[in-house]
């Protein structure tokens, strides 16, 4: 099997960079549409997606820490949607951020808190959250403690799936809507793929826009970029380094040459954050520790 063909291979529906360029893309609204509103169990009138999130497709072998799909609907709901595909440990913490971004960025001086929209984050997760509780989709909302029946503030929402759970649920659905798509999106069994395919043919359309996507060609021209990609990183390293080296000996002393190396690359590690690369990439070709990537602000 030829290198593009594994890499092919490999890629599947819920891979997060694979998951946001099919269903962000133009004309594949509908996918989200149909998914989201039996999700959340509304009818979705109007959806747009925002486009700061828009996703460089060169990306799609060099991983960011967060690729996610934000999106409008109805004018009055922000859903924020990302794939997990590693248990991290700090899913509630992290899904708590990304809520309270949203919302704190919602509103401008002056602005009525009226305008506020409900956020809803949903997490689809390829790990087992709670192995203590049945059911693979978790609704999160604020309610009284002795008044468990009112709900206290509705403007955020979190849901949480868990698709080992899904795999290996008692019973199968194939007419539920939202069993549909999770078997799409989790994209494990291809037998069940195949029937859900036949019983919607929304899903049917967006398995044909993801072979497109992952298709050899794509693959080859991806591979082809990224290794362009992680040359240019190197050179430009090689390049801060050596001046770093320079601005070292200008200072005439030991300590000045180690700072201005210092300096050096800690420049091009805030260059490849910028530029979206993986913090574990940035470690490897600056020998910084994850701790002193995480302290350069960009």
Not at 70 to 95: A, C, G, P, S, Y
């Amino acid at each position: 099997m030829s290198k593009e063909a594994q890499i092919n291979k490999e890629l599947k529906v819920k891979n997060d960079i694979v998951f946001k360029e099919l269903f962000s893309k133009e004309g594949n609204q509908e996918f989200l549409i149909d998914f989201l509103s039996n999700l959340l169990k509304i009818k979705i009138n109007r959806i747009e997606i925002y486009k700061e999130n828009e996703l460089k497709k060169h990306n799609i072998y060099e991983k960011s820490e967060r690729i996610d799909l934000r999106v409008n609907i109805n004018e009055d709901k922000i859903i924020d949607i990302e794939i997990q595909l590693k248990d991290n440990k700090n899913i509630i913490e992290r899904t708590t951020k990304y809520a309270s971004d949203i919302m704190s960025k919602q509103l401008k001086r002056g602005d009525d808190y009226k305008k506020i929209k409900q956020v809803i984050v949903i997490t689809i997760a390829d790990y087992i959250i709670w192995p203590e509780y049945k059911g693979y989709i978790h609704k999160s909302m604020m309610v009284l403690e002795d008044h468990r029946d009112y709900e206290l503030n509705e403007y955020i929402r979190y849901y949480y799936i868990e698709l080992p759970k899904f795999r290996i649920r008692e019973e199968k659905n194939y007419e539920d809507k939202v069993e549909q798509w999770l078997t799409f999106i989790d994209d494990e069994n291809k037998e069940e793929v195949e029937k859900v395919m036949k019983k919607n043919e929304l899903i049917k359309k967006a398995k044909v826009e993801f072979k497109y996507y992952t298709g050899d060609e794509e693959v080859q021209r991806m591979r082809e970029i990224e290794e362009r990609n992680y040359r240019d990183k190197i050179s430009e390293l090689a390049y801060e380094r050596d001046e770093g080296k320079k601005e070292g000996k200008k200072e005439g002393k030991k300590e000045g040459k180690i700072i201005g190396m210092e300096l050096g690359i800690k420049k091009v590690a805030k260059t490849m954050l910028k530029n979206g690369v993986n913090i574990n990439m940035i470690c490897k070709y600056t020998n910084l520790s994850k701790e002193e990537v995480s302290k350069i602000k960009i």
